[in-house]
């Protein structure tokens, strides 16, 4: 068990710098060059846990059929999400896009009801309503002021949930091995965001604190955070060690405080506050389902 909530707090601590970091790299380079390269770092991390533990083979087995579901469910939450994500981080604060992304739980319940045919319910109305409340919240008075930056992207941010919550809901539908899929997406992920890169031109100089960057959202984020994650989850209590997540934007909050200096402000904590809650009322609900059945 202590090795599960070690698996657990891993994953969790390197997700919470996932807005500090992406935010610093998205300071002098475009949203395609930090995902191509990050995703390349990914790719090859993948490649390496692949080969070591045997499941490179299993591509042998693979047909074009296969290939092609496992990008239709992978890419949503590796491309399109990373897209959606910087795209958004780059226009507000790194703050207040992690929070705003945190609506993916939620949109994992939406996309269950629509793809899954799990039963819609009053509860998770009430917490579809009250995430978008939060978000409303964390806008705050940029929502008042009507900044149009800040509400292009908290609407990508938005857009990266949707889009991450798809691939949630994908995933359950359908069975591949996770560490290969995720592999074969980061690689395909890399060359879109090549293709989308020369065809604009937009190219900047790499130093080595954008390598160190791009290994960290790569190596780290993308790829250990994730192979973690799905340990603790297999060797431990599902649900429990699923309520552990929710320290990570909380925890976010800390280093674009110390790192980027940006102020915690009143409306970011009630909207994140509101954004948890409907999360676990969502939660409430499936553990009621499961106590009836």
Same mark, same amino acid.
């Given at each position: 068990?202590?090795?599960? $909530?070690? $698996?657990? *707090? ?35 991390? @993948? ?6 533990? *045997? ?42 896009? +992690?929070?705003?992304? $945190? ?68 995933? &359950? ?5 996770? &560490? ?26 790499? *130093?080595?604190?954008?390598?160190? *960057? ?5 190596? +780290? ?11 603790? @989850? ?60």
């Amino acid at each position: 068990m202590k090795k599960t $909530y070690v $698996y657990a *707090g891993v994953a969790i601590f390197i997700w919470s710098t996932l807005a500090t970091v992406s935010k610093l790299l998205l300071g002098t380079m475009s949203s395609y060059q930090v995902l191509m390269w990050s995703a390349l770092f990914a790719a090859l991390a @993948l490649l390496v846990v692949n080969v070591i533990n *045997g499941n490179i083979k299993l591509l042998k087995g693979y047909r074009i059929k296969d290939y092609l579901l496992t990008l239709f469910i992978c890419l949503p939450g590796t491309f399109i999400y990373y897209i959606f994500l910087y795209l958004g981080t780059a226009r507000m604060s790194a703050s207040q896009a +992690f929070i705003i992304n $945190y609506l993916w739980p939620i949109m994992s319940v939406l996309f269950a009801c629509i793809i899954l045919k799990e039963k819609l319910t009053a509860r998770k109305g009430i917490a579809f309503a009250l995430s978008f409340l939060g978000v409303l919240t964390v806008a705050g008075g940029d929502l008042l002021s009507f900044n149009v930056g800040t509400l292009l992207g908290a609407l990508l941010c938005m857009l990266a949930a949707v889009s991450y919550g798809a691939f949630t809901a994908l995933n &359950q539908k359908w069975h591949y091995n996770e &560490q290969v899929s995720l592999m074969l997406a980061f690689f395909v992920s890399f060359l879109l965001s090549l293709l989308f890169n020369a065809l604009t031109g937009d190219w900047t100089a790499i *130093g080595v604190p954008h390598l160190l *960057g791009f290994a960290w959202n790569g190596i +780290f984020v993308m790829a250990v955070a994730t192979l973690t994650w799905a340990l603790a @989850l297999k060797s431990g209590d599902t649900a429990r060690i699923s309520n552990l997540a929710y320290i990570t934007p909380f925890l976010s909050l800390v280093w674009t405080f110390f790192i980027l200096k940006e102020p915690i402000t009143p409306w970011s904590l009630i909207g994140l506050a509101v954004i948890v809650l409907g999360i676990f009322i969502q939660l409430k609900d499936k553990k009621a389902q499961k106590d009836a059945a």
